[in-house]
């Protein structure tokens, strides 16, 4: 496909929500950090900065492969998935009590985050491959299999928020396959009694499988009220500050930011940063542009060329849903703390660069859909 064509069926609405959102995110770090201490001003934004260039160029280079070719490598791309996740316990220094990274001098790289990538794909493949078997429940029990094992092992690093997303990453894929709503509802009946096991019935037998701190973060929302010091201390900031910014926000007297009473400013909690500055108004922007983002994306898991891209652009809105709705739920208390970040806004290489590589893949699938309509429309006008 000559560039021209290429650019010719491009979704440009997806485009430039991606667009949007990347920019807002580096506005906001940039007023989220200027004031960190041991720092210079422009830190963090020329950092991430360089990240989106990054992302940037990747998600162009995924956009121009035809994301058919890559079916063909999904054992591959599932074998470097595991592999990569666990060199993170032989390789990976602890940092705050977890190993996540990957050290490699010039870059820290995180694997579990290219593992979304990676399963979107191979998982997708995995499950196309065997269409004559829908509505199998051993199927749906595989395919769950063959996530659950990457994504426990980076709840092991420990990592829940990615672990989850990666968990909601498998089940979009499930759905949109076309999984029966008795294998979801089992599978929720499974998950429901897999957190009360781990919650409440192994701690009893003082069998702990999640850490402390994890325990309080997950479970603190309930009542922020409860620790103050510690758990609920972000919350707690977290609410103060999206509170206080009102209609319209703070601008440049949003203290619990630059007083740095709001932890993880730059990170987990980022959307709360952009409420205390910028207020509802502020915040209403970023949510109407995931609205389009979502809205694009499942377009194109409907007009998809093939079951594979439509399986597979599924996965991807369902996995970018799911991180919006868990980080904006958590800054706001009605979701537990779990760390994930929010997407294309938050800091952070890794993650940014994958979600970029995940709109490569919905733009790849759009182009030759868009194409195949129109070679559809000159075999029929001929």
């Not at 021209?4 to 770090?29: E, P, Q, S």
């Not at 009946?189 to 499988?209: D, F, K």
């Not at 652009?313 to 996995?319: F, L, V």
């Not at 993650?351 to 759009?366: F, K, P, W």
Request: proline content about 3%; glycine content about 10%; overall charge positive.
């Amino acid at each position: 496909m000559n560039i021209r064509r290429f650019l010719r069926h491009v979704d440009y609405l997806l485009l430039a929500a991606t667009l949007g959102l990347v920019g807002y995110g580096a506005t906001i770090i940039y007023y989220a950090t200027r004031h960190d201490p041991g720092v210079a001003s422009t830190f963090f934004l020329t950092r991430q900065l360089a990240y989106v260039g990054v992302g940037l160029v990747a998600l162009v280079v995924v956009a121009a492969v035809d994301y058919e070719h890559f079916r063909r490598w999904q054992w591959v791309f599932y074998l470097a998935a595991v592999g990569s996740i666990a060199a993170v316990f032989f390789l990976g220094p602890i940092t705050r009590g977890s190993r996540r990274w990957i050290d490699l001098g010039f870059i820290a790289f995180q694997p579990s985050e290219i593992a979304i990538w990676l399963i979107a794909l191979s998982l997708g493949a995995f499950l196309v491959d065997r269409l004559d078997s829908l509505g199998s429940r051993r199927l749906s029990a595989v395919a769950l299999a063959y996530v659950a094992v990457p994504a426990l092992m980076v709840f092991r690093q420990p990592d829940l928020g990615t672990a989850t997303v990666l968990m909601a990453l498998g089940l979009g894929l499930l759905f949109f396959f076309g999984t029966r709503w008795t294998h979801f509802a089992v599978i929720g009946a499974g998950l429901v009694a897999a957190m009360v096991l781990v919650l409440a019935v192994l701690p009893a037998m003082n069998v702990h499988l999640i850490k402390s701190y994890q325990m309080a973060r997950l479970t603190v929302f309930l009542d922020p009220g409860q620790d103050s010091t510690a758990a609920g201390y972000n919350l707690e900031q977290s609410i103060i500050a999206i509170g206080s910014g009102g209609l319209s926000g703070r601008g440049d007297l949003a203290t619990q930011t630059q007083l740095q009473f709001l932890p993880e400013h730059h990170t987990d909690f980022i959307f709360a940063v952009a409420g205390e500055r910028w207020g509802f108004l502020g915040v209403a922007v970023v949510i109407c542009l995931y609205a389009v983002f979502i809205w694009r994306a499942l377009r194109i898991t409907a007009m998809a060329r093939d079951m594979y891209g439509s399986v597979v652009a599924g996965g991807i809105s369902a996995a970018i849903l799911y991180q919006v709705l868990v980080n904006v739920g958590m800054t706001v208390g009605i979701m537990p703390v779990t760390g994930i970040p929010l997407p294309f806004v938050s800091y952070g290489g890794a993650a940014l660069i994958t979600n970029l590589m995940l709109v490569g893949l919905l733009q790849s699938v759009h182009v030759r859909a868009s194409e195949a309509i129109v070679m559809r429309s000159k075999v029929v006008q001929t």
